[in-house]
């Protein structure tokens, strides 16, 4: 970087709370790295502190348990993810949208604490977490807050985290069955890309839902969808839950018409 | 030369020799300019502009050079010189008025990168923004802002180029052929398209990187990632009136160039703060963000055809307007323009043809020469056109490509005879349309069509380009014998990536009858070392430095004969020689080494004869003339690479989204020296032609400001990206001149993939497309008639991107 | 902040910049210029290393990061006088024009065989989509990937006709 900060890499999540709260004005989390650097790099971000949370104990821990779920801990990469056996049997949906992150490095890099906390529209992980009912467990130095991804982002790269708070675990919970699903992403060229629009389709216990990216300054879930409903009315209600814009990559009437082509053929596909 | 010689009677051309530069590359042993360091050595970094357009009121960098480790700060106002090859236009720095988002204002060299940043950080420029003017097509009206108020007092090389002062006109370039008004009277068919292209980005994965030191006595060394050490000292001694011996420029590897590094880039700017901190070396690496900005790219287009066709079919007039945005400087964007001119309608007879092509100025960040010279952009209009105007006519594209494709006999646009041995585009386009079964769907395809129900298609699209350079572009190569019997090979032809060195020294090897291990070409390119060659472009390469390389084993084994002769006490005329020896043909047992004769020969008593073997070539172009400015007439090319491609896709009409299940790809490469390096450059064109077809191009806003400067937005093919097939063929139809019959090929792969791709589109789903790139979107427009999305500039005055087929019967 | 890292297998003690990349520690304070810089954004992979073990974009990561840590370079590829495999079946194979790509697209090509002894063809597109390289169009780099795995029959050739 041509910028110069300084370094932190706090061993408790005490300490970690306490620089958080004392830099909230200069400083930034760091976990990948694959946002907040290119974002400094630009000069986007001015830190004069980045914290570093790798060395918390636990960090990248990935556990399940058939009481809570699968937990992540906000070290645990996209590729851990990828890799992890009970993972791919039970969330495959959550594997489906890991893949189509980046590229293998940034991967094997990338957090999906990071993905999320970083509240892009065009998150990846954020329609898995959304379709699959999960749970951002939230720290600060007072104490501990459970929120659901549906009221974790406030907007574009906003999430409802106060300053002095951090994301201290991801938890998925438990399912009988395995939601069955897709995630489509349109993207400019077949090799790694930012989404044009990407949407989840996922059916679990008979229940149909999709998550959009890249359509709405956060990523958005629908759940109302009724089993008894028609193609166009599912994708009129998808349609009514995102407002895409015109921007480089597309325009807003592609985006829409895209959304409900995925829609549709999710709709034939996830059964 | 040599071009009747069988390739089966070779030792080493035609083979898949083994390429001296890998293993280095491989190792990440190999050293370019971004990996150097010199003791004492600066960062510099620079303070860019904003606008497209402004007036310089201020620069305040009082602030920025009391900081810590600032050792030099220059502006625009203190450097009153002026850079270019063909039209000399542009400045080191801007001075009294920006010209483009990104352009260099300000360059601060510290001891840190860091240091160097927060400088200028430091700086205050103020601006007064001025009214920008963006689209090439606005430039031209009355009342457009000028770019360049003082272009009627610039240098310009008046042999080729024609600027028009009180314009934004930097080069109008004319042909004209025949009875143009005449031919479309008589026409059956009269077809009226247009067509366009944004501005692209070489991207060479290395960014450009120079650094300089700008000693005592005003001796310059600079070492820089350039594709022409030699034009760029000749450039640099013009602008600041040094003597060529005062200035020396070295190459070491380089990291890709595919044009952008031709010519002069940044090594005035490292010279000009190099020179006022006293002499210390000064290192400048483009951030990839400026490669795209501050350094130049591809031109955009628009390309208007008007073509008027016989009741049989063949095309009896054609007219041709150009028009190509060279953004804010237009000093290698004019010959684009020449060169695009010449070769117009692609590998076609136009019996009366009238052109006119016009560079243009506009407030963007400018053009320059990029794989192809403006051949990949007018080829996307050329052979798009011609698919719709044998649609409008209702013949099949590919019959009607054959009846008028050039033939031994025909007069290309600027009055040359192709002969026999020019090269065989109808060869290329046969072999590309049978590679992919042109013209109908096996079962497999329809087959897979019916299992997903998207649309398969095929087209096809032809191609040519002749090397683009000075009629007289000439070239040396200096053969220097070893201690040990072999040979180093000293050029200043760079190969970046492109393989030439490798094949020149299995030219060395084949002409002097040497096995391969005995051949070095030296890497690293030198000025005050290697003999001279004008510049690593238009692939005129391996032509033009092959040919020199057999004169320079003839010269070396002419001299090592001579002293044979007198060691060896007999006729020059009764020798012959080996790998290791000379010997006498008729007493093969009395020979003498090369080793033994390499340095000079020792007599058995003691006396010395000869003295370093050394062979020199030197060649130049032969029989090209200057065109005649006022119809375009006269030989501008040495040679002409035809080829052509096939493209199988398959289309989603519902979204536009495709896949490019095959391509084959066929040139007339005369001779292919290294097969495996033919079919490098030939896969590796091709999918920057693909990159260039489906997803590449600057997107700016209504002010001018580039919004996709990076990788984020700024996509380029990946690995993924690859059709599912590839094949890559041949057709050899020896080049009389050209070394082995070998004519240049390395540009040829990237052109025409677009049309070919564009046409096979067409086929499978009947979508019109007249810009590149295809994106999805521009294919799911283009199948329901919206309007294309137009973000590639703000709103063109008759819409680029519009095109209403006017076929009509005549008369 | 002083670090301790494991670097071609010699440990390294440094005091590093808190700001700088582990791509530039590993280029200016060591010496070690194989890895290269194409975009510093991480979307090009002209610096990938490993990083303990798994390939990393080194302009994504702090050197202060890798404190600690393992890394293998392109430098800690063929320490004896000949090439790995890979790279003999990449100069076997024409892979290789400017050389830019070419230390990240080893790494990459490094981790995946590690990981599987005969990846598919998408598999090799996918464990390289991340390097970008702009001079040979990817194919013969794949090529060689089949080659070092005994697959060189589904190699391509260039046809005269
Ligand atoms: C080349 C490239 C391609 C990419 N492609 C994609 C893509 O296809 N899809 C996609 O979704 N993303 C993509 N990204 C973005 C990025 O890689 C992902 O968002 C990644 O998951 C971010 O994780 P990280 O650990 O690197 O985050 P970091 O960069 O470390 O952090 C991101 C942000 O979140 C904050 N943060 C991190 N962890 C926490 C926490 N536990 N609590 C609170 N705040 C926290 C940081 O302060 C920072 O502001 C790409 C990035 C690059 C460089
Ligand atoms: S330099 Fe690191 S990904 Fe491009
Ligand atoms: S060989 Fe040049 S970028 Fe890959």
């Given at each position: 970087m041509v910028y110069e900060f300084r370094y932190l890499a706090p061993k408790s999540k005490a300490k970690l709370c306490a620089m958080l709260l004392e830099h909230a004005q200069d400083g930034k989390l760091l976990a990948g790295g694959t946002d907040l650097l290119p974002n400094i790099r630009n000069g986007v971000f001015r830190l004069k502190y980045v914290i570093d949370l790798k060395q918390l104990p636990g960090a990248a821990s990935l556990k399940y348990s058939q009481q809570d779920g699968l937990i992540l801990g906000p070290a645990v990469t996209i590729n851990d993810v990828l890799r992890n056996r009970t993972a791919r049997r039970l969330y495959p949906v959550l594997c489906d949208c890991a893949h189509e992150l980046a590229s293998h490095q940034i991967r094997n890099r990338a957090t999906v604490a990071g993905n999320v906390a970083n509240a892009?529209?065009?998150?990846?992980?954020?329609?898995?977490?959304?379709?699959?009912?999960?749970?951002?467990?939230?720290?600060?130095?007072?104490?501990?807050?459970?929120?659901?991804?549906?009221?974790?982002?406030?907007?574009?790269?906003?999430?409802?985290?106060?300053?002095?708070?951090?994301?201290?675990?991801?938890?998925?919970?438990?399912?009988?069955?395995?939601?069955?699903?897709?995630?489509?992403?349109?993207?400019?060229?077949?090799?790694?890309?930012?989404?044009?629009?990407g949407v989840l389709g996922t059916l679990q216990d008979g229940k149909r839902r999709f998550a959009v990216s890249s359509a709405a300054p956060t990523p958005v879930l629908v759940e109302n969808v009724a089993a008894g409903d028609d193609e166009s009315t599912v994708v009129k209600k998808v349609l009514a839950a995102v407002s895409p814009i015109s921007d480089v990559r597309s325009s807003k009437e592609y985006r829409e018409h895209m959304i409900g082509v995925f829609v549709q053929r999710l709709l034939q596909e996830v059964q | 030369m040599f071009d009747t010689v069988k390739t089966s009677d070779l030792s080493h051309v035609g083979k898949n020799g083994h390429r001296e530069d890998t293993i280095e590359k491989l190792t990440g042993e190999a050293m370019y300019v971004s990996d150097m360091l010199l003791p004492g050595m600066l960062h510099a970094q620079l303070k860019k502009s904003p606008h497209a357009r402004a007036k310089i009121v201020k620069i305040d960098y009082s602030k920025a050079a009391a900081l810590p480790g600032v050792r030099a700060i220059v502006t625009g106002d203190e450097l009153d010189y002026r850079l270019g090859l063909y039209v000399v236009d542009k400045r080191i720095l801007a001075r009294g008025e920006v010209r483009h988002f990104g352009e260099a204002v300000v360059a601060v060299a510290a001891d840190t990168a860091e240091q160097a940043r927060a400088a200028v950080d430091a700086i205050e420029v103020e601006y007064?923004?001025?009214?920008?003017?963006?689209?090439?097509?606005?430039?031209?009206?009355?009342?457009?802002?000028?770019?360049?108020?003082?272009?009627?007092?610039?240098?310009?090389?008046?042999?080729?180029?024609?600027?028009?002062?009180?314009?934004?006109?930097?080069?109008?370039?004319?042909?004209?052929?025949?009875?143009?008004?005449?031919?479309?009277?008589?026409?059956?068919?009269?077809?009226?398209?247009?067509?366009?292209?944004?501005?692209?980005?070489?991207?060479?994965?290395?960014?450009?990187?120079?650094?300089?030191?700008?000693?005592k006595g005003d001796k310059v060394n600079i070492w820089s990632s350039a594709q022409s050490p030699f034009t760029v000292r000749n450039l640099f001694c013009h602008a600041f009136g040094l003597s060529?011996?005062?200035?020396?420029?070295?190459?070491?590897?380089?990291?890709?160039?595919?044009?952008?590094?031709?010519?002069?880039?940044?090594?005035?700017?490292?010279?000009?703060?190099?020179?006022?901190?006293?002499?210390?070396?000064?290192?400048?690496?483009?951030?990839?963000?400026?490669?795209?900005?501050?350094?130049?790219?591809?031109?955009?287009?628009?390309?208007?055809?008007?073509?008027?066709?016989?009741?049989?079919?063949?095309?009896?007039?054609?007219?041709?307007?150009?028009?190509?945005d060279s953004g804010a400087y237009a000093d290698y964007a004019v010959n684009v323009t020449r060169a695009s001119g010449f070769s117009a309608s692609g590998p076609y007879e136009i019996p009366n043809a009238w052109l006119d092509a016009y560079t243009i100025y506009t407030n963007k960040p400018y053009g320059t020469a990029y794989r192809g010279f403006g051949h990949v952009e007018f080829h996307w209009a050329v052979e798009r056109h011609m698919e719709l105007v044998a649609q409008a006519i209702g013949m099949d594209p590919f019959v009607f490509r054959l009846k008028n494709a050039l033939r031994p006999g025909s007069l290309t646009m600027t009055g040359e005879e192709i002969t026999e041995h020019t090269g065989n585009v109808i060869k290329c386009l046969e072999e590309a349309a049978k590679a992919i079964c042109y013209g109908n769907l096996t079962d497999?395809?329809?087959?897979?069509?019916?299992?997903?129900?998207?649309?398969?298609?095929?087209?096809?699209?032809?191609?040519?380009?002749?090397?683009?350079?000075?009629?007289?572009?000439?070239?040396?190569?200096?053969?220097?014998?070893?201690?040990?019997?072999?040979?180093?090979?000293?050029?200043?032809?760079?190969?970046?990536?492109?393989?030439?060195?490798?094949?020149?020294?299995?030219?060395?090897?084949?002409?002097?009858?040497?096995?391969?291990?005995?051949?070095?070409?030296?890497?690293?390119?030198?000025t005050d070392r290697d003999p001279y060659d004008w510049q690593t472009v238009a692939s005129k390469g391996l032509l033009l430095s092959g040919n020199a390389a057999i004169l320079a084993a003839e010269d070396l084994i002419k001299n090592a004969y001579a002293v044979a002769g007198e060691i060896l006490h007999c006729n020059v005329c009764d020798l012959g020689h080996d790998g290791d020896k000379i010997f006498i043909k008729h007493h093969p047992k009395k020979s003498v080494s090369f080793a033994s004769m390499a340095v000079g020969h020792a007599l058995p008593n003691g006396n010395g004869v000869g003295g370093p073997l050394i062979g020199v070539g030197r060649y130049i172009a032969q029989g090209l003339s200057n065109l005649n400015k006022e119809d375009g007439q006269g030989n501008p090319a040495i040679d002409w690479t035809y080829g052509a491609h096939g493209i199988i896709v398959e289309v989603c009409e519902e979204t536009g989204e495709f896949h490019v299940l095959k391509i084959a790809s066929v040139y007339d490469v005369g001779r292919a020296i290294h097969p495996e390096i033919v079919r490098g450059q030939a896969i590796g064109g091709m999918l920057q032609g693909l990159g260039t077809a489906i997803c590449e191009g600057y997107i700016y806003d209504q002010q001018g400001r580039l919004l996709n400067p990076s990788f984020t937005d700024n996509k380029i093919p990946t690995a993924k990206d690859l059709p599912l097939e590839i094949e890559c063929f041949v057709v050899e139809t020896p080049q009389v001149d050209g070394p082995y019959g070998a004519r240049g090929v390395g540009e040829h792969s990237m052109i025409s993939v677009a049309p070919a791709l564009g046409n096979a589109i067409q086929k499978a789903t009947g979508a019109e497309i007249m810009h590149m790139p295809m994106r999805f979107e521009d294919v799911w427009r283009a199948l329901r008639h919206k309007d294309p999305i137009d973000n590639w500039i703000t709103k063109s005055p008759i819409g680029s991107c519009r095109s209403a087929p006017e076929a009509r019967p005549n008369g | 902040?002083?670090?301790?890292?494991?670097?071609?297998?010699?440990?390294?003690?440094?005091?590093?910049?808190?700001?700088?990349?582990?791509?530039?520690?590993?280029?200016?304070?060591?010496?070690?210029?194989?890895?290269?810089?194409?975009?510093?954004?991480?979307?090009?992979?002209?610096?990938?290393?490993?990083?303990?073990?798994?390939?990393?974009?080194?302009?994504?990561?702090?050197?202060?990061?890798?404190?600690?840590?393992?890394?293998?370079?392109?430098?800690?590829?063929?320490?004896?006088?000949?090439?790995?495999?890979?790279?003999?079946?990449?100069?076997?194979?024409?892979?290789?024009?400017?050389?830019?790509?070419?230390?990240?697209?080893?790494?990459?090509?490094?981790?995946?065989?590690?990981?599987?002894?005969?990846?598919?063809?998408?598999?090799?597109?996918?464990a390289i989509e991340g390097n970008f390289c702009r001079c040979t169009g990817y194919v013969q780099i794949i090529e060689a990937v089949l080659d070092v795995t005994g697959r060189s029959k589904e190699k391509g050739e260039l046809k005269h006709v």
């Open positions: 892009s529209p065009c998150s990846d992980m954020a329609p898995a977490l959304l379709c699959l009912g999960a749970t951002a467990v939230i720290r600060s130095a007072t104490g501990q807050r459970t929120i659901p991804f549906t009221q974790f982002f406030a907007g574009v790269k906003k999430t409802v985290m106060l300053p002095g708070e951090f994301l201290e675990h991801i938890i998925i919970p438990p399912a009988a069955s395995p939601a069955a699903g897709r995630y489509l992403k349109l993207k400019r060229i077949a090799g790694h890309d930012l989404g044009i629009v | 007064e923004v001025l009214p920008p003017v963006l689209h090439h097509m606005d430039a031209l009206k009355d009342d457009a802002p000028l770019v360049h108020p003082e272009l009627g007092s610039y240098d310009y090389m008046a042999a080729a180029f024609t600027p028009k002062p009180g314009t934004n006109i930097a080069n109008h370039t004319k042909l004209r052929k025949g009875d143009v008004d005449k031919a479309f009277a008589e026409s059956e068919w009269i077809i009226e398209r247009e067509y366009s292209c944004p501005s692209v980005q070489h991207v060479p994965m290395e960014t450009h990187v120079a650094i300089v030191q700008w000693g060529h011996s005062q200035v020396r420029v070295q190459v070491p590897y380089v990291g890709g160039g595919f044009g952008g590094k031709a010519g002069i880039g940044i090594e005035p700017l490292c010279a000009v703060l190099s020179r006022k901190a006293g002499g210390r070396p000064v290192k400048f690496q483009a951030s990839r963000e400026e490669e795209f900005s501050l350094l130049p790219c591809r031109s955009a287009l628009t390309y208007r055809i008007k073509t008027g066709v016989s009741a049989t079919g063949k095309i009896v007039a054609q007219h041709m307007t150009m028009y190509w497999e395809e329809k087959a897979r069509q019916k299992k997903t129900g998207w649309k398969i298609g095929k087209g096809v699209a032809a191609l040519q380009k002749a090397p683009a350079m000075p009629p007289f572009t000439a070239t040396s190569v200096v053969l220097k014998m070893n201690e040990d019997g072999s040979v180093l090979v000293n050029l200043a032809l760079t190969d970046y990536g492109q393989g030439t060195y490798t094949s020149v020294r299995q030219i060395v090897a084949e002409r002097l009858g040497f096995p391969l291990e005995k051949i070095k070409v030296a890497f690293e390119s030198d | 902040m002083k670090i301790k890292v494991t670097v071609n297998g010699q440990l390294y003690e440094r005091d590093v910049l808190e700001h700088k990349t582990l791509l530039r520690f590993l280029r200016e304070d060591l010496g070690l210029t194989g890895t290269k810089e194409g975009c510093g954004m991480g979307e090009c992979g002209a610096c990938t290393v490993f990083f303990n073990g798994k390939v990393m974009n080194s302009c994504m990561i702090l050197a202060v990061e890798a404190d600690g840590a393992t890394i293998d370079t392109i430098e800690g590829e063929s320490r004896g006088p000949s090439l790995t495999d890979i790279q003999k079946a990449m100069e076997k194979n024409n892979s290789v024009q400017c050389g830019f790509c070419t230390p990240g697209m080893v790494m990459s090509i490094k981790e995946l065989l590690q990981n599987k002894a005969k990846p598919s063809i998408p598999e090799i597109k996918e």
